[in-house]
């Protein structure tokens, strides 16, 4: 036996009578989590069982919905409500008894929940429009974070991707390979023009990588003139690779320093949209003009374009969800004019003989025409 | 009900009690470049994932069990690193990473199939025979989730929510060591865990950093914890390739030394939402 001397009993009391009531505090609490009754769960009740969900099919309101996930099986589970194959919102690790409680914000629409074990049936959730409900809130500030950092994500990758290409363009240059310099040239204009709106963001780096000849007091001479045009002047009029290999080593490091720069870059939403319609209105500026006397787009001209309207693309596929819930027949006309101008320039390197000339620019400016419509629809400024 | 549950349940409610309302002080904008960086993070992982998923899937069908049995653990670390957003797939969370008692039938359901189940093969048959169709499976479901995630916009509540989420992991399936029961890898996934929160972490921190030092230093200090113990089970110190000792060696001290400043991160790191306006 130990030698501590034993301690007095009044000591000895108040020290049991403390613990008791810290036993008694402490169980109540655990007792309040664990046992509560129906009428102290939270909004709407579901029950797993071993053999999937109680009720199989819940009718909820639009909006907020608390539901409390009572697992009434023998083995921890989680529950998760689906749409389709993506996990909208989930509580993992369930205990056997537990009532849990969980908090959704849900649009219109039917969706399936996860009931205990992957082989249970799944239930069934119907969210109903709510007329009585508020109004769609004003879309927050908040709504546009996912689709700013996805471009960002696109912006960088096709950065890095655009690097590679001028690299690529480098070397055939060096090497005096015209017909590999001429099909690098075509990779690396098009991820350059998906760019076009981002690289835009700096005045620099867009006027060493994308000037044209007639920007400059000696035109095609004049040796301030470098980037793509002056490549092509080079490629396709002159037929050559002479003298080019210092303009395509600028070419590369431009790409590098427009990567490291988009990375950074902060973008305002209303940009998105307006300086894509900006973007067009270059292109339609220069090739769109009705005085010029063409029968139809060489193909740089559609290259050019192609890419434009990839990048277009791009932003409409970030802002769909935003455009769902704001203006749907919007959303429709700018769906309906990529498609008609992506349908119209078909992924090839040939001259445009078969395109029609007034039909492309008469396409491309319906687009710029929808996207400028964007951010008043979704209540933007610049 | 053990006193330690008590404890527990006393101590989350102490700490609900301290924390107050979230605050909000953080511009949306400022969230833009770390949710990017994540799916940066989140699209490296996923190249090597594909990488050690070739391989690892190769080896079963070469029918090389040592091998096999080698790259398990260092393939599905990149797996856990990115969980948060790779469970947003729930077919394929299920198909790839889904554990024998999801199903109704245990390691005799047809429908169970992914690295579970190639551990089964592996560690408990001990053989390669009649694995080669659960690895080409496995194979196309990684490449088919790589290629979801490459098109998916991120939620950024999931991105932020995810710190939390690994940690929770952790706690809940992790110590106990049911996740790799036949391998007794747990070890490596409870890297992979830490690593993927302390990445999120790492990106959010500096626009809490200012306004909440306490905060930071609380959670750096209990990741830095997690480390040290995990560090004492490395194979060799200075080479974080080599891996971990069987879970089977990890001392029932040790289990529960891990158990606190994992509860406390969870705890802490689900706050994060709140601070960050979301």
Known sequence: MSQSPAPSPRLLKLGVLAATVAMLAALGLFALTLDARDRTDAGTRLVVTAEGCRPETLN???????????????????????????????????????????????????????????????????????????????????????????????LTLQGRRLTDAADTLHQAIAAGDLGSARAAYRRARLIDQRLAMATGLFSDLDQRLNARASDFARRENDPQFVGFQRLAHSLFT????????????????????????????????????????????????????????????????????????????????????????????????????????????????????????????????????????????????? | MSSRSLLIAAAAFGLMALQGPARADVEPEALVEPVAEYKLYVLDNLDAFVGHTRDFTRAIEAGELERAQSLYAPTRVYYERIEPVAELFADLDASIDAREDDYEKGVDDPDFTGFHRLEYGLFKQQTTDGLAPYARRLMSDVKDLESRVQGLTFPPAKVVGGAAALMEEVAATKVSGEEDRYSHTDLWDFQGNVDGSQKIFALFKPLIAEEDPAFVERVEDNFAAVEATLAHYRLAANDPEAGFVSYEKVSDKDRRALVGPVTVLAEDLSTLRGKLGL
């Open chain 1, 238 to 382: 002159a037929g050559s690779t002479e003298g080019l290999a210092p303009v395509a080593a600028q070419l590369g490091e431009d790409a590098r320093t427009l990567t490291t720069r988009l990375r950074q870059a902060s973008i305002p939403p209303a940009r998105l949209a307006d300086g894509s319609a900006r973007a067009l209105q270059v292109w339609l500026d220069h090739s769109g003009d009705p005085g010029a006397d063409q029968s139809a787009l060489d193909a740089r001209e559609r290259l050019d374009l192609r890419g434009l309207t990839q990048g277009a693309d791009k932003i409409v596929a970030l802002l769909d969800p935003l455009l769902k819930r704001r203006a749907p027949p919007l959303r429709q006309r700018l769906h309906d004019a990529l498609d008609t101008l992506e349908k119209a320039l078909p992924d090839s390197t040939t001259a445009g003989d078969g395109a029609d000339r007034d039909a492309l620019v008469a396409d491309t400016r319906a687009l710029a025409d929808t996207l400028q419509e964007l951010n008043p629809a979704l209540a933007l400024n610049g």
């Open chain 1, 60 to 154: 909820v309101p639009a909006g907020d919905t608390t539901f409390t996930i009572v697992n009434a099986s023998d083995r921890a589970i989680e529950w998760e409500i689906l749409d389709g194959v993506m996990v909208l919102e989930e509580r993992e690790n369930i205990a056997p008894g537990l009532h849990q409680p969980l908090t959704a914000r849900l649009a219109p629409g039917d969706y399936t929940m996860t009931c205990g074990l992957l082989s249970n049936p799944r239930g069934t959730l119907h969210v109903t429009a709510n007329d009585e409900a508020a109004p769609v809130a004003r879309l927050a500030r908040q709504d546009f974070i996912g689709a700013l950092a996805e471009y960002k994500v696109y």
